[in-house]
């Protein structure tokens, strides 16, 4: 893997952005990459993230850090890019043209859709500016809830929108909200656990991707 810049979009706030932009890079990193994060969201969700896994981990934190507007982030993946084998881009819930510079900078856009059928509704818009963009997507049903009737209706109709959609399914878990306010990961609070698991099989899926590029 060598300079792949990963945007993760979605127009539906809450859909599990900047959740996966976080542990995915923990995953990347725990397998020997250099990583690198870079928030584009003004809400800086990530970067609140970012900051509180340095002040408990210091140098162990073990991350590349930078903020962007939609207009720089060119210019910072460009610098992230000469250091870091993967740089994961957080974005903010809304898909317009400010968007565009980011997307045309990316390898692979990863699209989380949580359960629900308004989270499904709101796929569209990132799927089509991908499209325009020529940019390859990968959609992942996120805060999936085993053995619910809602999840399944939306597993099968995720089936039916254009582009790869992970074979991974991100489930439901409190682990989740848990390890984000601690500036962590899910497999560095529980290894062995199943959130781990769905995240290491998620960066996998994604790193063949990529690599087919
Ligand atoms: N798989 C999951 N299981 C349980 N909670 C989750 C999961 N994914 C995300 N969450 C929780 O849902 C909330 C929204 O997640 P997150 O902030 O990652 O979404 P987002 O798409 O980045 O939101 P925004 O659009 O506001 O930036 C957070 O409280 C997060 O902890
Ligand atoms: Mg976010």
């Known amino acids: 893997m060598a300079g792949f810049a990963i945007t993760?979009?979605?127009?539906?706030?809450?859909?599990?952005?900047t959740t996966l932009a976080a542990n995915l890079a923990v995953e990347y990193l725990s397998r020997g990459h250099s990583v690198a994060v870079l928030d584009t969201d003004p809400q800086g969700s990530l970067g609140r993230w970012f900051m509180t896994r340095r002040e408990a981990m210091g140098e162990a934190a073990g991350l590349d850090f930078a903020t962007a507007s939609a207009w720089g982030v060119s210019y910072e993946l460009e610098k992230l890019r000469k250091s870091n084998e993967i740089v994961i881009i957080d974005t903010p819930p809304k898909i317009d043209s400010d968007l565009k510079p980011t997307l045309r900078a990316s390898?692979?856009?990863?699209?989380?859709?949580?359960?629900?059928?308004?989270d499904l509704w709101a796929t569209e818009s990132i799927l089509d500016m991908a499209q325009r963009e020529d940019r390859k997507t990968l959609l992942v049903l996120n805060r999936a809830a085993s053995r619910a009737k809602l999840t399944s209706e939306v597993s099968e109709q995720l089936d039916g929108l254009p582009g790869a959609r992970a074979s991974t399914v991100i489930g439901s878990r409190v682990i989740y909200a848990e390890v984000l306010g601690q500036g962590k990961a899910v497999g560095e609070k529980a290894a062995k656990g199943p959130a781990a698991a769905e995240i290491s099989a998620l960066a996998d899926e994604i790193a063949d991707v990529l690599n087919q590029s």
């Open 8 to 17: 993760v979009a979605q127009q539906k706030g809450g859909s599990g952005k």
């Open 107 to 118: 390898n692979l856009v990863l699209v989380p859709v949580a359960s629900s059928h308004v």
